[in-house]
């Protein structure tokens, strides 16, 4: 067997590893985008490292883009194999797919009008809205905790990795000619404290343990502490300053969650009387599908749900899907709430109510998600007196905050805790991705220290033998 690294190797988006078994099977463990730097980025995922119709089967860990957003444009490119993924991953992925093929058919005549004035030739989109819902075709949903065979030798098991809505670490158990090897590859890994699902289950021991970094240099603050500080935030902007307060959010997992904390604010009372918009068709898809899945939530949403039939709705709570709606919250005077899809404020209507707001000192943006280096959501956060949205140079005067407490990311500790499920005397090798170098670097130290062996880092497209 050989493990190739195709993405998310020290970065944290692209998220695609390559196995290749002595049998002639080629299976890729999640087919994401790569998010974040223009130019780059479109390069790197117009070459995946791969010919996607020679892969037989994708493992899908979760929904989010940077896992599921490639599947699409290997589709395209005459992947007919099987996506094989949770019930509620692959509930997800049929309005997310579509969402990102939409925003990339929109976003490619700006792209190419920045390549044309680098005496670039144009780019068709990376897929179109056909290519993404055609793909779906090709999903097979599994329950978790149940064997899944692909063939006689090779079975797939998730176990519920608690990051989002249908997540789970994937365990493989591959026979190669009568020998056993078990890959664990935990996709994100979610923090034990989640405020809608439930913690992250132990998942079976394996012989090569494929795991995140995103946050293997970083301890999150407190639960209680960062709902606390959201109030607060609230009530300065929206009372003390009456201005606006613009949440850039992943539409799915994040807008839920925040929409269930200030849901629980106004139950009980704690909420300033001012209007709450959710403006992302997608949020409000994703909401439905989260209404579906009750069965994924927490003690703590089951003991809501026996007195407020729904955690994601309260009177001040307004889901806005038509795109006159949304341009109508530009003109908006009043103190508010916007809370908008993308989290790195790379695509969709956030980029607009930014554009709109960023420049009042009167308003405030909150991060409550991971950025990655490069996205317009990272590039706020460092404070420049000037940034540029949709090409348009604007003054930053509004102020910004970030609470990372809300991310779906486990911290280092949490990550850790999470891997001593594993048998390390019997675990052959761990491999460091979906992190940057000095947070991965950071990590394999930590680990080593408690007695985890034989880590790597791998660099894109490294290749390992596993015989």
């Known amino acids: 067997m050989k493990l190739t690294f195709l993405g998310a190797a020290r970065q944290v988006t692209g998220s695609k590893h390559l196995i290749e078994t002595r049998h002639g099977k080629r299976i890729l463990l999640d087919c994401g985008l790569y998010q974040g730097k223009g130019l780059e980025t479109d390069a790197m995922n117009r070459d995946p490292g791969v010919d996607p119709a020679s892969i037989d089967h994708i493992i899908l860990t979760h929904a989010h883009i940077d896992h599921s957003g490639l599947i699409p444009f290997f589709y395209k490119n005459g992947f007919r194999g099987s996506v094989i993924c949770t019930h509620a991953t692959r509930d997800l992925c049929s309005i997310m797919l579509p969402d990102s093929a939409h925003i990339q058919?929109?976003?490619?005549?700006?792209?190419?009008?920045?390549?044309?004035?680098?005496?670039?030739?144009?780019?068709?989109?990376?897929?179109?809205?056909?290519?993404?819902?055609?793909?779906?075709?090709?999903?097979?949903?599994?329950?978790?905790?149940?064997?899944?065979?692909?063939?006689?030798?090779?079975k797939v098991k998730f176990t519920n990795s608690g990051h989002m809505l249908g997540s789970g670490v994937v365990t493989i158990e591959l026979d190669e000619f009568g020998t056993m090897t078990r890959i664990g590859y935990t996709g994100d890994i979610g923090r034990p404290g989640n405020y809608l699902l439930q913690a992250p289950q132990a998942f079976p021991h394996c012989d090569i343990?494929?795991?995140?970094?995103?946050?293997?240099?970083?301890?999150?603050?407190?639960?209680?502490?960062?709902?606390?500080?959201?109030?607060?935030?609230?009530?300065?902007?929206?009372?003390?300053?009456?201005?606006?307060?613009?949440?850039?959010?992943?539409?799915?997992?994040?807008?839920?969650?925040?929409?269930?904390?200030?849901?629980?604010?106004?139950?009980q009372g704690l909420l300033p009387k001012i209007p709450v918009y959710v403006d992302s068709p997608l949020a409000v898809n994703a909401t439905n599908i989260f209404r579906m899945h009750l069965d994924e939530m927490n003690q703590h949403v089951a003991e809501v749900l026996e007195s407020d039939p729904d955690p994601f709705g309260f009177n001040a709570l307004h889901y806005i899907n038509n795109v006159e709606e949304s341009k109508r919250l530009n003109n908006l005077n009043e103190p508010a709430i916007i809370i908008s899809a993308s989290g790195m404020a790379e695509a969709g209507r956030i980029k607009h109510h930014l554009a709109n707001n960023i420049d009042n000192p009167k308003n405030s943006i909150l991060f409550v998600g991971y950025c990655a280096p490069s996205t317009l959501g990272a590039r706020i956060q460092e404070k420049p007196d000037e940034i540029s949205i949709f090409g348009i140079p604007h003054k930053l005067r509004a102020e910004i905050f970030s609470i990372d407490a809300f991310s779906g990311h486990a911290d280092y500790q949490e990550m850790g805790d999470y891997l001593e499920?594993?048998?390390?005397?019997?675990?052959?090798?761990?491999?460091?991705?979906?992190?940057?170098?000095?947070?991965?670097?950071?990590?394999?130290?930590?680990?080593?220290?408690?007695?985890?062996?034989?880590i790597a880092i791998p660099e894109r497209g490294e290749s390992f033998a596993m015989d």
């Open 421 to 454: 499920c594993q048998n390390k005397e019997k675990l052959r090798r761990v491999f460091l991705v979906h992190g940057e170098t000095k947070a991965a670097e950071h990590y394999a130290g930590w680990l080593s220290d408690r007695n985890f062996k034989n």
């Open 209 to 267: 343990l494929i795991t995140e970094s995103t946050y293997g240099d970083r301890l999150h603050e407190a639960r209680e502490a960062a709902e606390k500080r959201l109030l607060e935030i609230v009530n300065y902007t929206c009372l003390d300053k009456q201005g606006k307060l613009i949440i850039p959010s992943f539409a799915i997992g994040r807008a839920q969650e925040i929409v269930f904390l200030l849901n629980n604010f106004y139950n």
């Open 105 to 154: 058919e929109q976003d490619i005549v700006w792209f190419n009008k920045k390549r044309q004035r680098q005496g670039l030739p144009p780019v068709p989109p990376l897929y179109s809205e056909k290519d993404a819902r055609a793909c779906l075709e090709l999903f097979i949903g599994v329950a978790y905790n149940r064997k899944f065979y692909i063939d006689n030798n090779i």
